[in-house]
């Protein structure tokens, strides 16, 4: 068996003699144009000759005379011959002035083989000369005659030509062929030397494969052997990489699914923001703290999506543009519906291995029920504290009223005239202050709250039944309208509180045109709270003056004691509920009350993580 590089030499062995035997043919045709061409103009130099002889034999003049030359060159002349001679058979000028030059070497343009030929065959023709000029390249034929030796020499342009062209074809398939060895030999040294190396490579690689390689003294076995043991191998690293490629899909397949569940189960809100500024992800929990669509938020601005809070905006750009982290902080976030959150926010910017951020995570918590329980706790407690102090500063004010009353009634009873009149005046000024005394000492002392189930669908529709004639009076037309909805409570201070609304509402109307008053009263159940909501159509109340209705004492009315609204916040937060004066859509008033439908239990005053 022979090796790859064996056969690769073989195979150019062979071309190279296919290259020779082709070349070879091809020179030989051309050797035999020639020899055909050579023959042709031999035998018309021939006939050319015979032709000379026999007008020579015609003619009766001596051979060795003037006449016979001038024959023999006008014969030449039209025969187209440069010249003809006639010699005898020891080459001696017989006749033929052109010829005389060279009488004394007539057939020094005959070899050996040419003079045999003259003399056996009677005709002999020399070679070209020069044998490449066809311009000026001369050939010389030898006629045997009975006469002598006739001697013609004709132009042989085509014999010169034929020569030329035969040399040309010789030095193109020498040099072709020449050409192609090299360039076969260098072929061969780049085309082997990849096969070289491969095997070279393949010896060194076998001692460190298995015994089962073929101890093959062929070069293609040996490569072939020593390939399939290394495809095996390499079969069995697939393999093993396919199964730890699984593996570790599988793994982050589990971890990205355990960080999905986690960020979906957060409680916290969580927004992820890339370099541009634009959502990348927002979990359920945002979701549901900022009423946004997962699907409509995922690729748009931040502030796109999120406009309630320029703060938080500035935050988010601050994260990404500067790499600073906010942590902690306390927003007020304004949504859709015109609600106001509480949120606490942690803006934390993600960060690439180089320090560049990459973008920013939000973390929110909502912290509006806490801020509001907060409120309300601290809220309780201010009135607590207000209440021990007015406690005792309304007792000694009753005291001294009291005292005053009881003068002023002696007095009355002793005077007459004007001084009885001035006693009228100070004991009905007396009542008056014991009056706003009286309601301020209500005000301010605790409240023992009576628990009981309240049925505030019933108890708002008597309060309405019954304040209707009042509202009639004022000519204002009093409604209500609900659902049925009970809670735990004091139905007393309940009650005193909504009629404080109601009545606050008609006093509203008192200078309003007939028929034109409306006080609406509704009652319904939202997201665990019973809500109550007491609207007028009244002159409504001041941008001025709405934080301050529901300080003590702070009344727009002549006679008011400005303690109405303060006793129906006071009842509602003693209840855990929150009451707040609506933003005005047209005019008039709206008061909404929530309070909880089950009880809600004290939170944890630690701050947001």
């Given at each position: 068996m022979f090796g790859r590089e064996a056969r690769v030499r073989l195979f150019l062995a062979f071309l190279i003699l296919v290259l020779v035997v082709v070349n070879s043919q091809s020179l030989l045709n051309s050797q035999h144009s020639r020899d055909a061409l050579i023959a042709s103009f031999d035998r018309s130099?021939?006939?050319?000759?015979?032709?000379?002889a026999v007008e020579l034999s015609r003619e009766k003049k001596p051979l060795d005379s003037s006449a016979a030359s001038v024959f023999l060159a006008e014969a030449a002349r039209k025969r187209?011959?440069?010249?003809?001679?006639?010699?005898?058979?020891?080459?001696?000028?017989?006749?033929?002035?052109?010829?005389?030059?060279?009488?004394?070497?007539?057939?020094?343009?005959?070899?050996?083989?040419?003079?045999?030929?003259?003399?056996?065959l009677g005709w002999a023709m020399t070679e070209a000369v020069p044998a490449y000029d066809p311009e000026s390249a001369t050939v010389a034929g030898y006629l045997m005659t009975e006469s002598g030796v006739i001697r013609v020499e004709s132009l042989a342009g085509p014999v010169a030509l034929a020569n030329r062209r035969l040399r040309t074809t010789l030095?193109?398939?020498?040099?072709?062929?020449?050409?192609?060895?090299?360039?076969?030999?260098?072929?061969?040294?780049?085309?082997?030397?990849?096969?070289?190396?491969?095997?070279?490579e393949a010896r060194s690689v076998a001692t460190e494969l298995s015994d089962s390689l073929p101890d093959a003294r062929d070069e293609g076995e040996f490569l072939l052997g020593t390939f399939q043991e290394v495809v095996a191998r390499l079969k069995r690293k697939e393999d093993e990489l396919a199964s730890l490629h699984r593996l570790e899909k599988a793994r982050a397949d589990e971890s990205e699914a355990?960080?999905?569940?986690?960020?979906?189960?957060?409680?916290?809100?969580?927004?992820?923001?890339?370099?541009?500024?634009a959502v990348a992800m927002v979990n359920?929990?945002?979701?549901?703290?900022?009423?946004?669509?997962?699907?409509?938020?995922?690729?748009?601005?931040?502030?796109?999506?999120?406009?309630?809070?320029?703060?938080?905006?500035?935050?988010?750009?601050?994260?990404?543009?500067?790499?600073?982290?906010?942590?902690?902080?306390?927003?007020?976030?304004?949504?859709?519906?015109?609600?106001?959150?509480?949120?606490?926010?942690?803006?934390?910017?993600?960060?690439?291995?180089?320090g560049r951020a990459r973008g920013a995570l939000c973390l929110v918590a909502d912290l509006t029920e806490v801020v509001?329980?907060?409120?309300?706790?601290?809220?309780?407690?201010?009135?607590?504290?207000?209440?021990?102090?007015?406690?005792?500063?309304?007792?000694?004010?009753?005291?001294?009223?009291?005292?005053?009353?009881?003068?002023?009634?002696?007095?009355?009873?002793?005077?007459?005239?004007?001084?009885?009149?001035?006693?009228?005046?100070?004991?009905?000024?007396?009542?008056?202050?014991?009056?706003?005394?009286?309601?301020?000492?209500?005000?301010?002392r605790p409240e023992n709250l009576s628990s009981e189930h309240v049925d505030l669908y019933d108890m708002l529709r008597a309060l309405v039944e019954e304040m209707a004639e009042r509202a009639s009076k004022s000519h204002v037309a009093l409604t209500f309208e609900g659902e049925r909805?009970?809670?735990?409570?004091?139905?007393q201070l309940l009650r005193k509180a909504f009629s404080n609304l109601v009545l606050n509402a008609i006093e509203s109307l008192s200078d309003a045109p007939p028929r034109s008053g409306r006080v609406e009263v509704n009652l319904s159940r939202y997201d665990g709270f019973a809500v109550v909501r007491v609207r007028d159509n009244g002159?409504?109340?001041?941008?001025?003056?709405?934080?301050?209705?529901f300080t003590p004492f702070f009344t727009r009315k002549e006679r008011g004691t400005g303690l109405g609204l303060s006793v129906v916040q006071k009842v509602v937060v003693s209840h855990n509920g929150t009451i707040e004066l609506e933003p005005a859509q047209d005019r008039g008033a709206s008061f909404v009350v929530r309070l909880p439908l089950e009880a809600v239990g004290s939170s944890s005053s630690d701050p947001w993580v």
């Open positions: 130099v021939r006939a050319t000759a015979e032709l000379v187209g011959l440069e010249s003809a001679c006639l010699f005898d058979l020891d080459a001696r000028l017989l006749t033929g002035g052109a010829c005389a030059p060279s009488a004394a070497r007539a057939f020094d343009r005959l070899d050996a083989a040419g003079r045999g030929l003259l003399f056996g030095i193109y398939q020498v040099s072709a062929l020449s050409f192609v060895l090299v360039a076969v030999f260098l072929f061969l040294r780049s085309l082997l030397a990849p096969h070289r190396k491969l095997v070279a355990l960080a999905s569940d986690i960020i979906r189960s957060m409680t916290t809100g969580l927004v992820s923001v890339d370099a541009s500024g359920p929990a945002a979701r549901r703290i900022f009423g946004v669509d997962a699907e409509v938020s995922a690729g748009r601005p931040f502030a796109d999506v999120f406009r309630g809070s320029a703060e938080l905006e500035r935050w988010i750009s601050d994260s990404i543009e500067r790499s600073e982290s906010h942590l902690r902080g306390g927003v007020l976030y304004r949504t859709g519906t015109g609600a106001t959150l509480h949120l606490g926010v942690s803006v934390i910017p993600l960060l690439s291995d180089e509001e329980l907060r409120s309300r706790l601290l809220l309780k407690d201010n009135l607590a504290r207000l209440g021990e102090m007015a406690a005792g500063i309304a007792h000694e004010f009753r005291n001294a009223l009291a005292t005053i009353l009881g003068n002023a009634r002696l007095l009355r009873a002793e005077v007459e005239g004007e001084s009885r009149e001035v006693a009228d005046a100070l004991i009905q000024e007396g009542q008056s202050l014991t009056h706003v005394v009286t309601e301020f000492l209500q005000f301010a909805v009970g809670l735990e409570g004091d139905s002159p409504g109340i001041s941008e001025a003056d709405r934080e301050k209705i």
